[in-house]
């Protein structure tokens, strides 16, 4: 019994010990979340600006560009997977994964090649670990992704896209992340990055939206060389973009996965409590039982006397 509650007690320690451990994770996570937040609305005037430049650019003006131009049928892909560089999130970077997989699988059923390119610890050792080929990898900045990365990440991957296909060039670019929804809600999301898309405007019988009215611009020196020139930052400015979201869905995810560990924590705390109070308390009733069976066998052995 004294072996019993001595491993009850070690066991609640232990597990107090992991609780402090899970309650400090999520305030940590909590306050990043907010910040990682703030970073990615603040990014969200830029991009919706960039966007509508180049929309309006692409669309007015009849310019044969190799970001713009879309092979009928493709035959390398690449693809840049955003998971993270640490672990606790959750089913963060396994929705993110899966993801992957999906659009990997799709690839390879349409007769292409896919080039693998990954940020984030956990999906380079998942590919490690089933020893499938990594192009290249990032790693050391998953929670908080800067521009400067994103813009390095974004000359790689433009390289490989405007390279010839016989030197190793590839028709199609796409990223695979998470999407931002909620504190509780992120969404895994595989997109088409390389050649982009334009969008097409409203029809003249419907009422457009404020967000489909492009204002009108005046190119200097002449389209094409601004269209060299937004492409590239349109492109980096989409993988930021990616980041930022993957970012603040990790850290959401791993708010949300450590306050599970700590609720977790505490009910098993609670458990262990009452079965060391009870097991004490049988300890107790035995020791009294003892006494009172050896001092009835006292009066016993005296009275025969």
């Given at each position: 019994?004294?072996?019993?509650?001595?491993?009850?007690?070690?066991?609640?320690?232990?597990?107090?010990?992991?609780?402090?451990?899970?309650?400090?994770?999520?305030?940590?996570?909590?306050?990043?979340?907010?910040?990682?937040?703030?970073?990615?609305?603040?990014?969200?005037?830029?991009?919706?600006?960039?966007?509508?430049?180049?929309?309006?650019?692409?669309?007015?003006?009849?310019?044969?560009?190799?970001?713009?131009?879309?092979?009928?049928?493709?035959?390398?892909?690449?693809?840049?997977?955003?998971?993270?560089?640490?672990?606790?999130?959750?089913?963060?970077?396994?929705?993110?994964?899966?993801?992957?997989?999906?659009?990997?699988?799709?690839?390879?059923?349409?007769?292409?090649?896919?080039?693998?390119?990954?940020?984030?610890?956990?999906?380079?050792?998942?590919?490690?670990?089933?020893?499938?080929?990594?192009?290249?990898?990032?790693?050391?900045?998953?929670?908080?992704?800067?521009?400067?990365?994103?813009?390095?990440?974004?000359?790689?991957?433009?390289?490989?896209?405007?390279?010839?296909?016989?030197?190793?060039?590839?028709?199609?670019?796409?990223?695979?992340?998470?999407?931002?929804?909620?504190m509780m809600t992120q969404t895994p999301m595989a997109v088409r990055?390389?050649?982009?898309?334009?969008?097409?405007?409203?029809?003249?019988?419907?009422?457009?939206?404020?967000?489909?009215?492009?204002?009108?611009?005046?190119?200097?020196?002449?389209?094409?060389?601004?269209?060299?020139?937004?492409?590239?930052?349109?492109?980096?400015?989409?993988i930021h973009t990616a980041l930022l979201q993957s970012a603040a869905?990790?850290?959401?995810?791993?708010?949300?996965?450590?306050?599970?560990?700590?609720?977790?924590?505490?009910?098993?705390?609670?458990?262990?409590?009452?079965?060391?109070?009870?097991?004490?308390?049988?300890?107790?009733?035995?020791?009294?039982?003892?006494?009172?069976?050896?001092?009835?066998?006292?009066?016993?052995?005296?009275?025969?006397?």
């Amino acid at each position: 019994m004294a072996s019993s509650l001595r491993e009850l007690r070690q066991r609640r320690r232990s597990v107090s010990t992991t609780k402090k451990i899970t309650r400090a994770m999520e305030l940590i996570a909590a306050s990043r979340v907010v910040k990682a937040q703030q970073a990615a609305r603040a990014a969200a005037p830029y991009t919706r600006e960039l966007t509508k430049a180049v929309s309006a650019l692409a669309s007015a003006h009849d310019i044969d560009h190799p970001l713009l131009r879309d092979i009928e049928q493709p035959r390398r892909s690449a693809m840049l997977l955003i998971t993270s560089d640490r672990g606790l999130a959750g089913a963060y970077s396994t929705n993110a994964i899966k993801a992957a997989e999906q659009l990997h699988a799709k690839i390879i059923q349409e007769g292409q090649e896919n080039v693998q390119y990954i940020t984030g610890n956990k999906g380079v050792a998942y590919f490690e670990f089933r020893n499938r080929h990594i192009e290249q990898s990032w790693t050391g900045f998953s929670d908080r992704p800067t521009y400067a990365e994103a813009k390095e990440i974004a000359d790689v991957l433009l390289e490989r896209f405007l390279r010839p296909y016989e030197e190793g060039g590839v028709d199609q670019l796409h990223i695979v992340g998470t999407r931002f929804v909620s504190m509780m809600t992120q969404t895994p999301m595989a997109v088409r990055l390389l050649p982009l898309v334009v969008e097409d405007a409203p029809d003249d019988d419907e009422e457009p939206s404020p967000e489909d009215i492009h204002p009108f611009y005046d190119f200097e020196p002449d389209a094409k060389t601004v269209l060299d020139t937004l492409l590239p930052l349109f492109v980096a400015n989409r993988i930021h973009t990616a980041l930022l979201q993957s970012a603040a869905s990790e850290l959401a995810s791993r708010q949300s996965a450590m306050k599970s560990a700590t609720d977790n924590a505490q009910e098993l705390i609670e458990k262990l409590t009452r079965a060391e109070n009870q097991a004490r308390q049988a300890g107790i009733t035995q020791e009294i039982t003892e006494i009172v069976g050896g001092a009835s066998a006292l009066a016993e052995s005296a009275g025969n006397e």
